[in-house]
């Protein structure tokens, strides 16, 4: 909004000059959803209080401990991340860019599907929310239609295409099978994510350090000079997409001040799926969707450990972690919360150094 209000001005006053700059920008996106998130959290996290007197209901099936240290905190924390985010991108984005509209539909979207499945926990003080399969069927619905719009927006030949890291300019042609194998990296991106949010400060920081990559990732992707020299897929209009990364590192952060244990509310899958969902969204457009399975590793070991530890017991009834997702396993071994939660954060640098490796390594 403000690049389109003010950069024509830039003859007039040349300070408005900068905002042509997506670095600039996607600063300007970063501060400005912190300060929203530090200004906004109290007010949020009073009227999640005054809503949610016993806060979110703790599974009985989870760590025992759990059930006193976390009881009667909020949740919802997601809808905090989602203002700042927001109202960010819509400050600083070039609001011309189609593909910041469709990273903001699926985030919204997903959000939205998160918001519901968290009221239905806290209203019936019970675990469970959406049924399952409404839950995947909406989703499932959202990241199709977004799929198809990313296809209409794509330049001819990368619009069917998977790319494959660490080979040059090399893309799988898919055809009509894009739409939903896309559709499903989103979804798959946002449950990951969601599956990962089980301890305070866990999910937000990695999700932090992925943006600050896929930040990095569209700003090559969508200049010529740079995609030429990495020898990426150029994709005409991607950097904007850094402005959005940006505010989603800045209301990350914000939200971290509050979540940081012990966590004064949770982001729930109001946050947890948004996030992914956006995650997912980014790496399609800038052609980076293997990458993602890459930088983002750690929702991915986390989502893995859940698939190993059902189908074991389906199949010998017996159980290969002590509890999944990942971080619970260390938890039953007596890993203190903080020390898992760090040491989760270090895996998460490792395999985003690593991933965006494969900027180079070709």
Known sequence: ???????????QINAFNVLRYITFRTGGAVLTALTLSFILGPAVIRWL??????????????PQTHIVSKAGTPTMGGVLILLGLGIATLLWA???NGY???TLFVTMGFGLIGFADDYLKVTRANHRGVPARLKFGLECLIA?????WIVALAP????HGLAVPFFKNVLVPLGIFFIPIAGLIMVGASNAVNLTDGLDGLAIVPVMIASASFALIAYLAGN????????INLVPGAGELAVFCGALVGAGLGFLWFNAPPAMLFMGDTGSLSMGGALGTVSIITKHELVLAIIGGLFVLETVSVIVQVVSFKLTGNRVFRMAPLHH???QKGWQEPTIVIRFWIIAVVLALVGLSTLKLR
Do not use: T
Request: avoid cysteine; proline fraction near 6%.
């Open 1 to 11: 909004m403000l690049y389109l209000l003010l950069y024509p001005f830039a003859d």
């Open 49 to 62: 209080k005054a809503k949610q007197r016993n806060g979110q209901p703790i599974r009985p099936d989870g």
């Open 94 to 96: 070039d609001l011309r």
């Open 100 to 102: 910041v509209w469709v």
């Open 144 to 148: 199709f239609a977004a799929a198809a």
């Open 156 to 159: 001819d030949g990368l619009d």
């Open 224 to 231: 010529a000079v740079f995609a030429n020299y990495l020898q």
């Open 329 to 331: 396993h260390y938890e």
